[in-house]
């Protein structure tokens, strides 16, 4: 059983940063992609952000150039760094991993942690 925790989220003020992190209970390798997504209040869940195998990333429009994706295979770590948060980046944030396994595409979510960016 994957288990995918992840802490960083919190309250933050317009203009500010936070750093989402996400720990594995297995190499992060292991995985085809990992990444973010965020669903925010009477909206659907989006990708944000994802990182491959190879290490080749996906970033959303809207947060190109303010978030960056990086990981840590050592601590089996997925990282969401997010600068110049604006009001529009409040959500919940879920981590995600995914896995070709016996011919289907497997989804592993976290459990999600709230992120809020005061005007």
């Known amino acids: 059983q994957v288990q995918l925790v992840e802490s960083g989220g919190g309250l933050v003020q317009s203009g500010g940063s936070l750093r989402l992190s996400c720990t594995a209970s297995?190499?992060?390798?292991?995985?085809?992609?990992m990444g973010w997504y965020r669903q925010a209040p009477g909206k659907q869940r989006e990708l944000v952000a994802a990182?491959?195998?190879?290490?080749?990333?996906n970033y959303a429009d809207s947060v190109k150039g303010r978030f960056t994706i990086s990981r840590d295979g050592a601590k089996k770590t997925v990282y969401l760094q997010m600068n110049s948060l604006q009001s529009e980046d409040t959500a919940v944030y879920y981590c995600?991993?995914?896995?070709?396994?016996?011919?289907?595409?497997?989804?592993?979510w976290g459990q999600g942690t709230q992120v809020t960016v005061s005007s």
């Open positions: 995600h991993a995914g896995k070709f396994e016996a011919g289907n595409f497997r989804n592993y």
């Open positions: 990182i491959t195998g190879d290490g080749s990333t």
């Open positions: 297995r190499s992060i390798f292991s995985f085809n992609t």
